[in-house]
């Protein structure tokens, strides 16, 4: 055998790996991340990609900011892309790439923050809803626990376990938990 063609062999076998490597952190890289909701108070439904690799795409951002909108008032505000990323990770980690999301709540304006605290108990003054950063969500056939425990695991943000409301809250605040 001739030794450059060893040679050259060798150093292709040898640089196989890498390039595998590189051509499969370039396909994850540009990976595109699907949301799918609905709102359980406009009865609205959206399948979105919201971000595509390190991409958040400004359009869907802004359906989604629509689409979690106040729905007593109407008011929206700009909601956290980490909040989307959260229930990304959520969703992938219980394995349906599928899965929508219930939403019972996220934005919610100064107006019907204080409504709700004058009405009903545990809204917090200072809620993270007010500023786009907290969602109460669920999954129509899954238990409320696997949620709760997924997100926790996560261990970014707050988790908010509330089964006899059926839904868990999720935030992109400090990593904290509480409920049954």
């Known amino acids: 055998m001739n030794r450059r063609y060893f040679l050259g062999a060798l150093l292709s076998a040898a640089s196989m790996p890498a390039l595998a490597s590189s051509v499969f952190s370039r396909k994850t890289a540009d990976q595109a991340r699907v949301l799918s909701f609905y709102h359980l108070h406009t009865e609205d439904r959206i399948d979105v990609v919201y971000r595509i690799g390190d991409r958040y795409q400004r359009s869907a951002l802004q359906k989604l900011n629509y689409f979690f909108r106040d729905f007593r008032t109407g008011d929206a505000v700009t909601m956290d892309p980490q909040l989307f990323d959260l229930l990304y990770d959520v969703k992938s980690r219980l394995g349906d790439p599928d899965a929508r999301f219930d939403v019972v709540s996220a934005y919610r304006s100064p107006a019907t ?68």
Request: without cysteine.
């Open 113 to 180: 923050n204080a409504k709700l605290r004058r009405t009903s108990g545990g809204v917090a003054r200072k809620s993270l809803h007010l500023t786009g950063q907290a969602a109460d969500i669920r999954f129509p056939d899954l238990p409320l626990r696997y949620i709760r425990d997924t997100a926790v695991a996560l261990n970014r943000g707050g988790v908010g376990y509330y089964p006899k409301s059926d839904f868990v809250h999720l935030d992109t605040g400090e990593v904290r938990r509480w409920g049954a």
